[in-house]
């Protein structure tokens, strides 16, 4: 039996994307495809987000077609990027995770093909996402090493203490429980739930997610430490320390006086 079949199944925290600076057309569409998408219409948010990809570029540069060949996109890397985050995500909903995955390593060809920062947060973010959807894909190892990845990169650019710092935490821990790593998966939701502790109230959803992912793991520790002896003949007692030499002793005395202990 599996910690999860114990325990339960651990949540993930998901990424947060945020639009950058962008013209208020822009926005109201980013609005309009992000409620779409808290509404399940995952179609209309993917059509949305195209829709204000297509004004944006028009915007920048007149009639823009993304099929013209060569022409690189107008827009600034980071719209780039979260587009294909936003989208990736709007599919990671619906369930299509090959298409969120696709999205995703786009975002990452686009970043290098940019020229992005290596210590830029967004590599962060990306190696997160996709770390999400290998654990809808119940690829653990694979998207264990996704979140490490993302958790080296914001200790280093954000610090250790950094409530983006505690998601990929628990993330991991996440994973880690799955495999039934039931200990290393309690270190990480500590320390998760040590950083939300320095940013949020008890209630926030970060922060009782983390409380109930470590009630989780605490169960199938509990529980997987529990088991059943084996039939077995029973033997003698350990002597306490100190007692074999007394021991000893009175069974030469037993056997000079013609007993047998």
């Known amino acids: 039996m599996s910690a999860q079949d114990v325990g339960g ?15 208020e057309e822009i926005a109201t569409l980013f609005e309009v495809a992000l409620t779409h998408h808290n509404t399940s219409h995952y179609a209309l948010a993917v059509q949305t987000y195209l829709q204000a990809q297509d004004l944006w570029q028009t915007q920048l540069t007149g009639e823009y077609r993304a099929d013209d060949g060569p022409n690189p996109s107008p827009l600034p890397t980071e719209a780039l ?3 294909r985050l936003a989208i990736g995500s709007v599919f990671e909903s ?3 995770d090959e298409q969120a995955l696709a999205e995703y390593f786009e975002g990452r060809r686009q970043a290098a093909a940019h020229g992005l920062p290596p210590n830029h947060p967004t590599h962060a973010t990306l190696n997160s996402a996709i770390g999400a959807v290998y654990v809808h894909m119940s690829q653990f190892d694979l998207a264990a090493d996704h979140f490490l990845k993302a958790l080296d990169l914001r200790e280093q650019i954000l610090g250790p203490r950094h409530v983006d710092v505690g998601l ?4 991991i821990g996440c994973c880690l429980a799955i495999l039934d790593h039931t200990e290393d998966a309690l270190q990480m939701y500590y320390r998760a739930q040590e950083i939300f502790a ?3 109230a008890l209630e926030h959803p970060r922060y009782t997610t983390v409380r109930r992912n470590i009630q989780r793991a605490k169960t199938a520790y509990l529980k997987g430490s529990q088991f059943t002896m084996p039939e077995h003949k029973p033997y003698k007692a350990p002597y306490a320390p100190g007692a074999m030499r007394s021991n000893r002793y009175m ?7 013609g007993k047998k202990r």
């Open 198 to 200: 320095l940013h949020f």
């Open 94 to 96: 619906a369930g299509q």
């Open 9 to 23: 199944i651990p949540c993930l925290i998901r990424e947060i994307f945020y639009a950058p600076p962008c013209p």
């Open 81 to 83: 990027l979260f587009l």
């Open 168 to 171: 990929v935490l628990n993330n």
């Open 251 to 257: 069974a030469k005395l037993d056997k000079a006086k």
